[in-house]
C-alpha cells in the first residue's frame, strides 16, 4: 500500500468496482461544487466563495483550520448513503463542517450556528488576499505586490499593475 494519499484513495476505490463508492470527490465535482456556491460581491470568484452557512472562504485556503478555511461536504452524509457527486456536495467552512458531522437536513441558520463568529473588512480581505496570491484582483481594484529592489528603490517596475496600497497608510506593498 502505498503512502500517498491520493494514491491509496484510488488503490482502495480500485477492486472490481461492485458496490463500492467513492468516498472523496473527484476534481471535477469540487469545480463544479465551487462553481455553484454563492459568489462574494465585489471579491473575484475563483478566489472567494460563501459556504452554505454564508461564511466567506478563500479557494486557496481549503482544508485548514482558519474562519476563512473551507473543506467540501457531502450534503447527504457519505455514511447515510450520499454520494461523492456535485450534486451532493457544497462548501462549508471547516469549522462548520467539523461540527455538521454527519447529521442530515441541517438548515441554513443551524450551520451559521457553528461559524467562526470574525466578520472581515475589505481591507482585511484585500490583506489576505495580497498575502495568499500575492496581487488583488477586485472589479476597479487590481493591484500587486512591490518587488524587493522596489521597496528599497533599486529599481522600478515594468508591469503595469500599480502596487497595492496598504489600507492603514500611504504606503505601498
Given at each position: 500500500m502505498s503512502s500517498s494519499p491520493q494514491r491509496a484513495r484510488s488503490e482502495s476505490?480500485?477492486?472490481d468496482g461492485a458496490g463500492e463508492r467513492p468516498r472523496f470527490f473527484s476534481n471535477k465535482a469540487k469545480n463544479i461544487c465551487w462553481a455553484n456556491a454563492e459568489t462574494v460581491p465585489g471579491r473575484h470568484p475563483e478566489r472567494w466563495r460563501k459556504d452554505a452557512a454564508g461564511n466567506i472562504v478563500c479557494k486557496r485556503l481549503g482544508n485548514c483550520q482558519g474562519c476563512l478555511?473551507?473543506?467540501?461536504?457531502?450534503i447527504i452524509p457519505f455514511s447515510k448513503g450520499g454520494e461523492s457527486t456535485a450534486a451532493n456536495c457544497q462548501i462549508l467552512q471547516t469549522r462548520v463542517n467539523n461540527y455538521k458531522a454527519d447529521?442530515?437536513?441541517v438548515d441554513k441558520s443551524q450551520?451559521?450556528?457553528y461559524?467562526?463568529?470574525l466578520k472581515f473588512t475589505d481591507k482585511e480581505?484585500?490583506?489576505?488576499?495580497?498575502?495568499?496570491?500575492?496581487?488583488?484582483i477586485r472589479p476597479g481594484n487590481q493591484c500587486r505586490c512591490r518587488t524587493v529592489a522596489e521597496i528599497l528603490g533599486q529599481t522600478k517596475s515594468k508591469d503595469r499593475v500599480a502596487a497595492c496600497k496598504l489600507p492603514y497608510g500611504d504606503e505601498s506593498v
Open positions: 476505490n480500485s477492486g478555511c473551507f473543506q467540501y461536504d457531502h447529521a442530515e437536513a450551520l451559521k450556528g461559524s467562526c463568529d480581505l484585500d490583506i489576505i488576499e495580497m498575502a495568499v496570491y500575492g496581487d488583488v
